[in-house]
């Protein structure tokens, strides 16, 4: 297995920083978790933040590509991105140097 660049560790390690916030976590558990997108206030909702609160993480989220936002007129609609499913595995594979097809 080839070394990743020093770009690619760069990319990974501020995925793992955005994902090693508790409340960060606990608003994409959430969103994965919808079967259509959610507004920022139905999050709000679930989750029992305020909305400055989920809006900032989220912002932080959306900057990695742990979330897609969409705005609708005054409505954000939020969706979790589906490559995270297979683009974080495979980070963890390459900085473990290991191979996913074993």
């Known amino acids: 297995m080839t070394a990743p660049g020093d770009e690619r560790f760069d990319e990974w390690a501020a995925w793992f920083k955005c994902l090693a916030?508790?409340?960060?976590?606990?608003?994409?558990h959430h969103v994965s978790g919808?079967?259509?997108?959610?507004t920022?206030?139905?999050i709000v909702d679930g989750l029992g933040l305020t909305q400055s609160n989920?809006?900032?993480?989220?912002?932080?989220?959306?900057q990695q590509g742990f979330v897609l936002m969409t705005t609708e007129g005054v409505r954000t609609l939020v969706t979790a991105n589906p490559l995270c499913m297979v683009e974080l595995p495979d980070?963890?594979?390459?900085?473990m140097q290991r191979d996913r097809k074993r």
């Open 34 to 38: 919808l079967d259509e997108p959610a």
């Open 54 to 62: 989920v809006s900032h993480h989220l912002r932080i989220l959306g």
């Open 40 to 42: 920022v206030g139905e």
């Open 21 to 28: 916030d508790p409340t960060r976590l606990r608003i994409l």
């Open 91 to 95: 980070a963890a594979a390459a900085i």
